[in-house]
Structure formats: structure tokens, C-alpha cells
């Protein structure tokens, strides 16, 4: 059984960077079974796509991001890592890591992933 945990800071200051991190267990990253993703909802809106790494490293990210986010995979310690550029009010949100096994850009939807962590909140505030 494939199980996924967020972790990170809770409050982050405007203009900082946010780190979070998915630590994954029950598989191995690098084995190549699974893409594994960044997803986030903010208060009161829908769930947002954010990026993905694949097994070899290889990703993609959402347009509306894509200049101030990175995904770095661990591969000792199994875990892949969120790093959001400058944040803003706007990024406050519940932030998900996810796993699953076919590459869809874009996949924002629970039961669209295999594996779906529990979530870790962020807010952004002065």
C-alpha cells in the first residue's frame, strides 16, 4: 500500500519561498510506476493542478506557475519536494501530493490519482 504525507511550514511570509515536502512509502519513486504531483485548493475555489515529476526526473508544470515553481525529487529519502517561488496571498491553500500511474497534465481531481496524501494547509501572511 502506497501512502503519501505532506509536510511543511503552515505560515510562510509574502515574497518567501515555500518548501513543502511528499514523503512517500510503500514504493519506491525511481522504480517507474508512478508520476507523482502537486496539487492545491485554495479556500473556497476548486482544486488546482500544479505540477508533476516523473520516475526519471522529468517534469511539468502548469502555465500559472511554471515561472516560480519547482519539483525536486529525493531519491534516498523517497521524497519529492514543492518549491514555490516569491509566494503570495494567492498561494494560500490546502497543498496535496498524489501518485499515479499514466501521465495526464492537468489531473486535479482526487479520484483521478492512485495514491493521495492528506494534506498540508499554508498561509501566507505578513
Not at 502506497?2 to 518567501?16: A, F, N, R, T, Y
Amino acid at each position: 500500500q502506497v501512502q503519501l504525507q505532506e509536510s511543511g511550514p503552515g505560515l510562510v511570509k509574502p515574497w518567501q519561498t515555500l518548501s513543502l515536502t511528499c514523503t512517500v512509502s510503500g514504493a519506491s519513486m525511481s522504480a517507474g510506476l508512478y508520476y507523482w504531483g502537486w496539487i492545491r485548493q485554495p479556500p473556497g475555489k476548486d482544486l488546482e493542478w500544479m505540477g508533476v515529476v516523473s520516475y526519471s526526473g522529468s517534469t511539468y508544470y502548469s502555465p500559472s506557475v511554471k515561472s516560480r515553481m519547482s519539483i525536486i525529487r529525493d531519491i534516498p529519502k523517497n521524497q519529492f519536494i514543492l518549491e514555490l517561488l516569491s509566494v503570495a496571498p494567492k498561494d494560500r491553500a490546502e497543498y496535496y501530493c498524489g501518485a499515479r500511474k499514466r501521465l495526464i497534465l492537468g489531473a486535479s481531481e482526487k479520484t483521478m490519482y492512485d495514491y493521495w496524501g492528506e494534506g498540508t494547509r499554508v498561509i501566507v501572511t505578513s
